[in-house]
């Protein structure tokens, strides 16, 4: 009894979750279902459909033992006992609560779908991220007919972080199991913890009423992200006082209150969850009236666009107030290092503002050249850009980080890849246009060694380190 598992959405967090539940729940038998046959059929390939490092090792470890991809959803939701849903939510992009509430109508679809061909009791559990009170809903779709047949939702939000998504899943920080307080949902609520005690230490399994659950999602990504934007706006007072935020936020972080992590000042965050988890949460304070506290919030996510297009006029301003014609190596186009994923990577902020300046875009990274093409097709075909014929293509895509390099003015450094801090700059800097500039966006290279090197470096939150005579007085 209860161990047939269905999770409807293969992405980034139905695979790896359920590859991790197959592999520590050998008694259980986990099917992932999904839409998209495409998706089904790299999950069953020898090339998955995201890049996470273990996860090929895990797959291969369970898959046809007892996790199974398919693309039979109705057959699965026949079959099973406990259903996970994984399905994507995503900004809305029309109507009331356009650019910031969250679009529920794959959420809706699916419990509309579990109710149609469910023909026994179920515990429907919601991964995906979801507005504070979504389970009400999903509740009132699930039990509106009164056929013996009852639901039981509960919350347990993914707290995995890309790139290290198999560590996060085996090893994380607390697992979040939300349930109605009623006997049925405090049972129901057993059933998923039994899963998790598997491999997570009892005092790290929270139980808490469903709608703590929901909102912790949302309150756990919008502190994170607050704490970037917070160190972001001080590097911007750093880069005007000659202090150094890298200094600063190791002294801020040794206070024990505070702590060291998430205070790497950067061209600002990016991914699928930081911006559409605060805008949401921006949502829900407005629909309930506390405009202060979205106003708050909503400060977050200006920062993050602030520090971006600060990054640009840096660059700008280097590099005597033209950038047209200019050469520009993006290194790394990733939202972060050890993914692919591009979403809402800073990267791509950068890419259209350089090409609006007429600039050429040279992009080279280890994992995410597929999607930067996907994404740069996209921001050509909506920005207005001049392609000066005699340059040549002003994009191109190159996986080699010195041949990507060659003949470029400037490096521009995106994404925080160990790759990036070991490669050999004076072959770089040779084969770069002179002067050759450096922006280190994620400040991970050695900045003074650079300098040495021949570029003018500039880091962010740092005094640069230029070789022109006037900036020197
Ligand atoms: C985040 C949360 O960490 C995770 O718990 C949640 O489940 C999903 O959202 P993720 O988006 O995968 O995970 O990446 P994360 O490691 O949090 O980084 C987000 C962004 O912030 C990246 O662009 C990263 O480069 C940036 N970042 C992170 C900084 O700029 N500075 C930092 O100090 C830390």
């Not at 400060?299 to 005597?320: C, E, G, P, W």
């Not at 995106?414 to 800097?429: A, F």
Request: aromatic share 8%.
């Amino acid at each position: 009894m209860n161990k047939n598992i269905l999770c409807i959405g293969a992405g980034y967090v139905g695979g790896p979750t359920m590859a991790m539940i197959a592999a520590k729940c050998p008694d259980y038998r986990v099917t992932v279902v999904d839409v998209n046959p495409a998706r089904i059929a790299a999950w069953n390939s020898d090339h998955l459909p995201i890049y996470e490092p273990g996860l090929d090792e895990l797959v291969r470890k369970t898959r046809g033992r007892n996790l199974f991809f398919s693309t039979e959803i109705e057959a699965g939701i026949r079959a099973c006992d406990i259903i996970f849903v994984c399905v994507n939510t995503p900004t809305k992009t029309f109507g009331s609560g356009a650019g910031m509430a969250s679009n529920l109508q794959y959420c809706e679809k699916t419990a509309r779908q579990i109710l149609e061909h469910a023909e026994t009791s179920k515990i429907v559990i919601e991964k995906s991220t979801l507005p504070v009170r979504t389970a009400l809903a999903i509740e009132r779709i699930l039990n509106c007919q009164d056929n013996g047949i009852c639901f039981d939702v509960l919350s347990n939000p993914e707290f995995m972080a890309e790139g290290s998504a198999i560590k996060d899943l085996e090893n994380p920080d607390r697992v979040l199991i939300g349930a109605r307080q009623t006997e049925r949902g405090r049972k129901a609520q057993t059933v998923l913890v039994d899963i998790y005690s598997r491999w997570v230490p009892q005092e790290r399994i929270l139980t808490t009423n469903i709608w703590s659950s929901e909102l912790s999602k949302l309150v756990a990504n919008a502190f994170l992200a607050q704490r970037i934007s917070s160190i972001n706006t001080i590097s911007a007072l750093c880069e005007k006082t000659d202090a150094n935020v890298s200094e600063v936020a190791s002294a801020v972080g040794m206070d024990g209150r505070v702590g060291p992590k998430f205070l790497n000042a950067s061209i600002g965050f990016g991914g699928s969850c930081f911006k559409k988890d605060i805008l949401n949460l921006v949502y829900i304070c407005r629909t309930y009236g506390l405009d202060d506290v979205a106003d708050y919030w909503e400060s977050v996510v200006r920062i993050n666009d602030y520090q971006q297009k600060r990054f640009i006029l840096t660059m700008l301003k280097a590099m005597f107030n033209t950038l047209a014609g200019k050469r520009i190596c993006l290194f790394g186009f990733a939202f972060k290092a050890n993914t692919g994923d591009t979403r809402e990577s800073p990267a791509i902020a950068i890419a259209r503002c350089l090409l609006e300046e007429h600039a050429e875009v040279v992009i080279t990274d280890p994992q995410a050249l597929p999607n930067a093409r996907l994404d740069l097709a996209s921001i050509m075909s909506t920005t207005d850009v001049t392609l000066s014929q005699s340059r040549g293509s002003l994009i191109s895509f190159i996986d080699d980080p010195y041949e990507a390099a060659v003949s470029c003015d400037a490096i521009t450094v995106m994404t925080e890849w160990e790759l990036y801090r070991t490669l050999n700059y004076e072959r770089i800097y040779n084969a770069m246009n002179k002067p050759a500039f450096l922006f280190d966006g994620r400040n991970i290279l050695d900045h003074r060694r650079c300098y040495e090197i021949g570029f003018n470096v500039y880091p962010i939150g740092k005094t640069p380190m230029t070789h022109f005579i006037d900036d020197a007085e």
